[in-house]
């Protein structure tokens, strides 16, 4: 289907596709399956140089932003969740390696010779990632991270971390590192076995006196609250969205489809003859334009700096995470027994889509920033 964000088509969504068709759609049941990591789609991604996505053209990458990195994320929602999450992920590290990181890692990560992904929430602030409580110190030249960090997508998987502390120093309410993943005294406690998203291989990972030198410090002492709200936060939030919109015209999709074509022979009737079916099927088609369409305001607001720039940031996750859960609801409804048997292709859907809400920052720690900001009160504090 032609929507708004595939026209005019940008060469990027061109690469995507015979890794769509050839390598993520085949591969998804499986590795929803097996809770098996995406390899062969993200050594795919990076010969087609889509892990450079969002590098600048003079390091060697394709020098796309936001919206490029949203349209992809949703373009492989549609078929794999998980894989769209190590992709979302990477893409949101490597905005901040951009920026500050070194050159080096910079062209690695546009060659796609290096899978970066975030480390920030922790046992301890939990999904509050803007107040990490773990530690850097100094240790001698060096300095020594040490942390319990709850969620890393793509653990272990991944090379490097974009990782986040305690200042070393400086006041603040956070510091960004550049972590290798493979730096001694860096362990992942457990394997993944989430209700859905089960090949993002999302694990908690201690780090117990982990020694990086100064010069992997991502920005200022004290200023990674900076990186996280202008760099991290944008990012994240409109590929969040953007992964919540694919699973909801997958969904939407395929159970129009089923209903369609689904027989109840003594009546001669489809289920899409049910008015009630159909209503439903409809409400799933505007829910997920509504997400469409403020997802591609909200990127509009962005790039052309409007006034409701940040607000359209917050909202577009807390709609998107809200609708995705309801849009695939519906679509195991209207389905029946054959979706809750699995023989409809929604379900993974179902509980893929149940991750948005609850990943930082959360539906619900959203409205409080969207209230706060639309009663004119300061977001922190
Ligand atoms: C599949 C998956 C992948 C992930 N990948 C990563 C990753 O790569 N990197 C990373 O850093 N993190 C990652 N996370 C972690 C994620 O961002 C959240 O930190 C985590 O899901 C929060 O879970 P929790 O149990 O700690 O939530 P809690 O903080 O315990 O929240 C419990 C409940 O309290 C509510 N709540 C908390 N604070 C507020 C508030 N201020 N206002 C209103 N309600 C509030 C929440 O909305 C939630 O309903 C991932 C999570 C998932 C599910």
């Not at 905005?95 to 480390?119: C, D, N, Q, S, Y």
């Not at 110190?137 to 040490?146: I, N, Y």
């Not at 992997?216 to 990186?227: N, Q, R, T, V």
């Amino acid at each position: 289907m032609a929507t708004a964000t595939t026209i005019p088509r940008p060469s990027y969504l061109d690469a995507l596709e015979p890794i769509l068709t050839e390598i993520i759609a085949p591969a998804a049941g499986e590795v929803d399956q097996t809770a098996a990591y995406p390899q062969a789609a993200l050594d795919a991604l990076a010969q087609a140089g889509l892990l450079g996505l969002v590098s600048a053209k003079e390091v060697g990458g394709l020098g796309e932003g936001i919206r490029a990195a949203t349209l992809v994320v949703e373009q492989i929602a549609r078929h794999c969740a998980s894989t769209a999450l190590v992709a979302c992920m990477h893409y949101a590290a490597a905005a901040v390696i951009e920026a500050h990181g070194p050159r080096a890692v910079r062209e690695a990560i546009a060659e796609g010779r290096a899978v970066t992904t975030l480390a920030f929430s922790e046992v301890g602030s939990r999904s509050h990632f803007w107040a990490p409580v773990s530690t850097a110190t100094a240790s001698g030249e060096s300095v020594r991270l040490d942390a319990r960090k709850s969620w890393i997508t793509a653990a272990g998987k991944a090379g490097l971390y974009v990782w986040s502390s305690r200042p070393l120093a400086a006041e603040g309410m956070s510091t960004i590192w550049l972590v290798p993943a493979n730096a001694e005294g860096l362990r992942v406690t457990a394997l993944f076995d989430g209700l859905g998203l089960r090949g993002n291989y999302s694990s908690p990972v201690m780090a117990d006196g982990v020694i990086v030198s100064q010069d992997a410090m991502l920005g200022e002492d004290g200023k990674g609250f900076d990186i996280m709200m202008n760099i991290v936060l944008p990012y994240f939030q409109f590929m969040s969205a953007g992964c919540c919109l694919g699973m909801m015209e997958s969904a939407t999709t395929k159970a129009a489809a089923h209903v369609g074509g689904t027989t109840l022979e003594h009546i001669g009737q489809s289920l899409a003859d049910l008015p009630t079916v159909r209503a439903y099927v409809a409400r799933m088609r505007i829910k997920t334009d509504m997400v469409r369409a403020l997802l591609l305001d909200g990127l509009d607001a962005l790039e052309s700096e409007r006034e409701d720039a940040v607000l359209r940031v917050l909202e577009v996750k807390a709609a998107a995470g809200e609708a995705s859960t309801e849009v695939t609801d519906l679509a195991m409804r209207v389905s029946g027994g054959a979706a809750f048997r699995k023989e409809v292709g929604v379900e993974r859907y179902f509980r893929d889509a149940r991750a948005a809400k609850v990943m930082a920052p959360t539906t619900d720690a959203l409205y409080d920033f969207i209230g706060k900001a639309t009663c004119g009160l300061p977001l922190f504090g």
